[in-house]
C-alpha cells in the first residue's frame, strides 16, 4: 500500500535551518508530484512546495528564496531544506503525494523558537 513517512523535524532557533524528508513507497514515485503542506492549529493545510516528476518546482511566496523542495526518483524520497527559519512557519508539515487518490504522510512537526 502506499506509504509517506515524513522525517527531520524538530526545535530550531530562528535564522536555524532544517531539512525535512518523506520516504515514499507503495507506487512508481517518478510518476507523481509531490508537494510539502504545512498546517497550524485552527488554520486550514497550506501549501509549501511542489515538485513535478521532472523536477519543476513552485513555492508559496511565503517561503520563495528560503526553501527548496528536490526529490530522489532513484531513493523515492521528496525533501525540504526550510533556510533562515521563523517563528511564523512553526507547523506541522506534511508530505503529499499528486494525482488521485491522494495520500498524506502522518506529518513532523517543525518548531521555531528561541
Known amino acids: 500500500q502506499v506509504q509517506l513517512v515524513e522525517s527531520g523535524g524538530g526545535l530550531v532557533q530562528p535564522g536555524g535551518s532544517l531539512r525535512l524528508s518523506c520516504a515514499a513507497s507503495?507506487?512508481?514515485?517518478?510518476?507523481?508530484?509531490m508537494s510539502w503542506y504545512r498546517q497550524v492549529p485552527g488554520k486550514e493545510r497550506e501549501l509549501v512546495a511542489t515538485?513535478?516528476?521532472?523536477?519543476?518546482?513552485t513555492y508559496a511566496d511565503s517561503v520563495k528564496g528560503r526553501f527548496t523542495i528536490s526529490r530522489d526518483n532513484t531513493k523515492d524520497t521528496v525533501s525540504l531544506q526550510m533556510n533562515n527559519l521563523q517563528p511564523r512557519d512553526t507547523a506541522v508539515y506534511y508530505c503529499?503525494?499528486?494525482?488521485?487518490?491522494?495520500?498524506w504522510g502522518q506529518g513532523t512537526q517543525v518548531t521555531v523558537s528561541s
Open positions: 507503495g507506487f512508481t514515485f517518478s510518476w507523481y508530484p
Open positions: 503529499k503525494r499528486g494525482g488521485l487518490p491522494v495520500y
Open positions: 515538485i513535478l516528476s521532472a523536477g519543476t518546482t
